[in-house]
Every structure is written in structure tokens, then in C-alpha cells.
């Protein structure tokens, strides 16, 4: 049942959320930003199904090792590319915010960064070519601790999902503590205020519900699903960016129970008529391709300029080209041969390619740091001791 729902309907998911996203970014869909809860609730939904079947004899090296395969190689080649790009096109400080985050993209900790740096999510996302990596930062945050939660609660069979709502519960809880805040950064980017969305995908993976699901006809399925993919649109149509009323105070919450419920459903019902219209070509594709447009449409964004020709949707046309562009490059060249363990990334020939890249990365920084001035210190002021009286 999980790999039909992958292929199909789940990807096909993804597809719709990096196209809100997408869309979002380029001013077009007020709540397309909601497209990343969907990426959240589907990560937790997965991982925690793959835990779950793995639960009898827990392999959590090999667990991690296949989520660095899967998700670091395209993020490494990101953190090398755009520092040259923004060098080669961009602004002075654009490639200053790319100096000073990249040690935390590396870290995985870019959100938190953000945070004690005070640097606003919705005023000041658009000087940071890697501001949209918070999010990669939170699910692999994730992806270190809930497989140690998962593995001793595993053998219960309620246990799991007893866990995930509780913890989703006290996310919640401490969301609406934080986006009472002027500034809601620390609701949006921060790892325990945004847990629920993931929790509540890990809750709706474990067996209960899925046996649950199970017993339901494929006409109630549908019944289900359409209702709620229309809700979904909706929400992403009409939620006025950061400033809707109660989406800190449970709306994104509630948001994400439904797409919990959409996911279960459509995973067991892959074949119905929710499950192959939201499975088709199209979305699926766009699915398969989500991890890597995501990372490179940001970057992309601001470094393509706007000018009176290339505007408003002729300019999102172009940059969503360039994006899905470096996507279909990025997925052949590096995410592909590397999960797939091609020859040339095991054994020795996988260890010298790593090495390769680690001595390109490294020149690649040492270059930037370099073309980028360093401040001066006393530039700019005045020796008061030699004004008049």
C-alpha cells in the first residue's frame, strides 16, 4: 500500500504543494506558503510507515544514511552553485547573507538561525537566497529524533500513535503561545511550533488508522476526498499570507489535520477516482521533482531580475522554467545516481567523488570569501575630538 500511494497519489500531493509554493514566492497565491504543512504532514506519514514496517529489527544507521542519500548530495550541490551564481549576478548583500547562513544550512539549523537572528520570515525572506531552507532544516531536525521515539514505542500498537497526538497537541500549544507575537518567525520557522504537521502524518501512518481506512468503500473514500481537496484550494486561495486572522490560534493546525486525513485516505485508496485524478501525469511528475524545485526556485527568484518586459507572469513563467530546469538536472545528475547507489558513488570511486566535492566546495567558499569586502573598522565616523566647539 505505501509504494502504490508514493508512485501515485502521494506524489501526485507533492506536485500541488510545490506548485502553491511556487506560486506563493512570486506574489501570485496568497497561502501557497501552506503547501510546505502539506510537505510536513506527508514527510512524517512516510518516514514514520517506513519505521513502523522496520520496527522488529530497528536499523536506524541504515535508516539516516538512506535520508543523507536522499536529501544532502542536492542540497550540497545548492550550497555550492548559488554562491557563485549570487557572485556572478547578484547582489553585494544578497551574497553576504549567502557567507554568513551557509554554516547553518550545513548544520541543518538555518531555522533556528533565523530566529536568535531575528531575521523575519515575511519582511526579510527576500535577502536570504537560502531563507526557504528553514524548512529542510525542520524535517531533518525530525528525521534525528522521532525515529528514536518511534523505535522502543513501536511494538505497541497504539503507543505510536498515543505519542504522535500528544506531541502534536503540545505543538500546538506552544504555537499559539508564540504567534500572539508581532513578528510570528519563531511560530513559522521553529522546529517544536511546527512538529504537529509532521506528528499529525506519523499519527495517521500507524496501523490503527490505516486499518481504519481500510474498511472504508472506495465511494466513501471519494465522497471524503473530494470536500477536501477543494477545502485545501480554498485555503491556499483565500489565506491572506501571515496576516489571516487564527492561523497562528489553530488554523494552520487544522490545516494540517486535514491533509492528514486526505493522505491516510488517498494512501489507502490509491486507485479510486481521488486517488488517479490527484495521481495523473502531471501532478506526479511535478512530485518527483519537488525536492529539488524547491531548493532552487528561491535562489532563483532573486536573482532573476524584474523589469518592465519581464514581469508579473511572464517573469514567473521564466523563473518556474528555470527552476523546473535545474530541478530535471539536479534529479539525473546527483539525487538519482546517489540513491540509487550508481558505481560512482560507492566504494572507492563514491568516497574520491565525495572527496572531489568537498575540495570544490571548499575553493568555491574560499573564492567567495574572498570577492566579499569586509568591513572596515571606524569607516565612516568622526573623531570628535577634532570637531569645534
Not at 568622526?382 to 570637531?387: E, G, P, T
Request: hydrophobic content about 55%; overall charge positive; charged content about 15%.
Amino acid at each position: 500500500m505505501a509504494r502504490r500511494a508514493h508512485v501515485g497519489a502521494l506524489d501526485g500531493l507533492r506536485g500541488f504543494a510545490v506548485v502553491a509554493v511556487l506560486l506563493f514566492h512570486a506574489g501570485h497565491l496568497g497561502g501557497g506558503f501552506l503547501g510546505v504543512d502539506l510537505f510536513f504532514v506527508l514527510s512524517g506519514f512516510l518516514i514514520t510507515g517506513l519505521l513502523l514496517q522496520e520496527a522488529g529489527r530497528p536499523r536506524l544507521g541504515a535508516f539516516w544514511e538512506r535520508r543523507a542519500r536522499r536529501l544532502l548530495p542536492a542540497l550540497g550541490v545548492l550550497v555550492v552553485v548559488v554562491p557563485l551564481l549570487t557572485w556572478a549576478v547578484g547582489r553585494l548583500d544578497l551574497l553576504r547573507a549567502v557567507q554568513q547562513d551557509t554554516p547553518w544550512v550545513l548544520a541543518q539549523a538555518v531555522n533556528w538561525h533565523y530566529i536568535g537572528e531575528q531575521i523575519g520570515y515575511w519582511n526579510a525572506s527576500d535577502t536570504r537566497p537560502f531563507a526557504h531552507l528553514w524548512s529542510i532544516a525542520v524535517e531533518w531536525q525530525f528525521y534525528l529524533v522521532w525515529p528514536l521515539v518511534v523505535v522502543p514505542a513501536g511494538k505497541g500498537r497504539w503507543r505510536v500513535a498515543v505519542v504522535a497526538l500528544a506531541g502534536a497537541l503540545g505543538s500546538l500549544l506552544l504555537m499559539v503561545t508564540f504567534g500572539a507575537a508581532v513578528d510570528t518567525t519563531r511560530a513559522y520557522e521553529g522546529t517544536d511550533t511546527r512538529a504537529f504537521a509532521l506528528l499529525l502524518g506519523a499519527a495517521a501512518a500507524t496501523a490503527p488508522v490505516r486499518e481504519a481506512v481500510a474498511r472504508l468503500p472506495r465511494r466513501a473514500v471519494d465522497l471524503v476526498c473530494a470536500p477536501l481537496l477543494g477545502g485545501l484550494a480554498v485555503a491556499w486561495v483565500v489565506t491572506a499570507g501571515e496576516q489571516a486572522p487564527g492561523l497562528f490560534q489553530g488554523g494552520m493546525f487544522a490545516h494540517s489535520l486535514a491533509c492528514a486525513v486526505l493522505i491516510v485516505l488517498l494512501a489507502g485508496a490509491p486507485d479510486g477516482l481521488a486517488g488517479r485524478a490527484v495521481g495523473s501525469a502531471v501532478p506526479r511528475r511535478l512530485g518527483e521533482l519537488s525536492y529539488s524545485l524547491y531548493l532552487w526556485h528561491w535562489p532563483i527568484y532573486l536573482l532573476l531580475p524584474r523589469q518592465d518586459r519581464l514581469d508579473g507572469w511572464v517573469w514567473t513563467a521564466v523563473a518556474a522554467g528555470l527552476s523546473l530546469a535545474a530541478a530535471v538536472v539536479s534529479k539525473a545528475a546527483v539525487e538519482d545516481p546517489v540513491r540509487r547507489r550508481a558505481r560512482w558513488t560507492t566504494g572507492r570511486r563514491g568516497w574520491a567523488a565525495l572527496a572531489a566535492a568537498v575540495t570544490a566546495g571548499a575553493a568555491v567558499w574560499t573564492a567567495v570569501w574572498t570577492a566579499v569586502p569586509q568591513p572596515e573598522p571606524g569607516a565612516g565616523t568622526v573623531d570628535v575630538s577634532r570637531l569645534e566647539g
